[in-house]
């Protein structure tokens, strides 16, 4: 019996016509979104889930690290990442925190955030398609004419004369048939809840949840060779923590099958840890809400016209078209314990048991930079001639991905993907031929904050 099923030919009515089309509406692909429309384009936005904002709403990864250059004294993001959080502000959903070794961070509410953007798409008029999947793009040559969604409607068309795809896995660059590449060893996933009563356990004792619990483990089935679960704050009035699951090591989370069995198994560990923790603290523990999303660090990069290296990265190379810059350490989360190198030398290596080991991967003696970039050509297709990408698409090597993949650098590669896409067609070129010293213009005109790279 024959492994496939033909599926017949059909005609698919058109659900649009647009100067740009967006598929993903992480905070990426909103970003990217807005300020194409703001700048007069007419935009639509697939998104997959029935919540726009990714990782940051839906996986409730709900953190944006520092803002600031590595002296955490000079803002050198700004933007649609800070209207946000002046946005998430004005209703008490924002906590500023700091962290010793990597500066000021940010503690948001998930859902106010998915609200927040909500009212951004609706408020410079985006088109937005929700429960909708990117299922086939249409080709003319190197350039896309139409994609094809599926969404409770069935499946549609949607066509738009450039493409932005911000789907973390490449759903429209590798269903158009543009080169896509994957590391061999990709970052774990992780699955996040919310959950009550954890922070009284902490106050209680003195200890958080999982170290008053974790000689349990076995008891319970909770696998103790991974990281253990990671327990942060929220943003509410209530007695609310956001746990990290453990992460989950050899996942490929573009896979379907690897993806169902990941979210399956994280569940579980969840309900385990939480019946370890009624049973040696108390029955007023409670899950509230489980993720809409996995966690996912990295899939599919796109074989772009520059790969950014760890080299360029970790030595603070200047770029022509820098449009992003960030001072997020390298964080490349291994099998046996997650390396952190940051841009004054210092390596930082955790170790799945919590265990902290300090070292250098740099000499003292080398000046630290304030900053690294993130150069326009990592968002182009080699090929495509309509077709951006922004987000975790991005074409970057391991190690310097694992240090740009943060959501406040990839908020700013969505934003200069739309910039760059209005940019295009009102000058009626490729998106390569983008002149980066207007592109750069461009976006500090509508808040972005871009210090010019030292070398140039």
Known sequence: MSSFVQEPVRNCPVAGEYDLCVVGGSCTGVFAAVRAARLGLSVALV???ILLGGMAAAAQVNEWHSLHDTT?????????????????????????RERKERGRYYIFNSAELALELDALVAGNGVRLFLKASCAAAIREGDSISAILIEDKSGRRAIRARTFIDASGDGDLLRRAGFPAWKNDILQPVSYQMLAVGLERIAKSTGKNAWENVKHR?????????????WING???????ANVYGARIYGVDASDADQLTAAVVESRRR????LDMVRAECGPDVAAVSMAHALGIRETW????????????LLSAVPFQDSIACGTYPVDVHAPEATFL?????????????GGVVWQRWRDEESPTPDCYHIPYRSLVPETAENLLVAGRLLDADREAFGGVRVMVNMNQTGEAAGVASFLALKHNCLPREVNAVELRRALTSGGSILPEPHGI
């Open 270 to 273: 969840h309900r385990a840890f």
């Open 72 to 96: 955490g004294r000079k803002q050198i993001i700004g933007g649609l990442t800070v209207e946000v959080l002046d946005r998430l502000r004005q209703r008490n959903a924002v906590q500023e």
């Open 341 to 353: 190198r940051y841009l004054d030398g210092r390596e930082e290596v955790v170790k799945h048991d």
């Open 301 to 312: 990069h796109a074989r772009s016209l520059h790969r950014l290296t760890a080299g360029e």
């Open 47 to 49: 998104e997959q889930n």
């Open 217 to 229: 483990a076995a008891e319970f089935s909770y696998p103790l060779e991974n990281a253990r679960p």
């Open 234 to 240: 929220y943003a509410a009035p209530a007695d609310i």
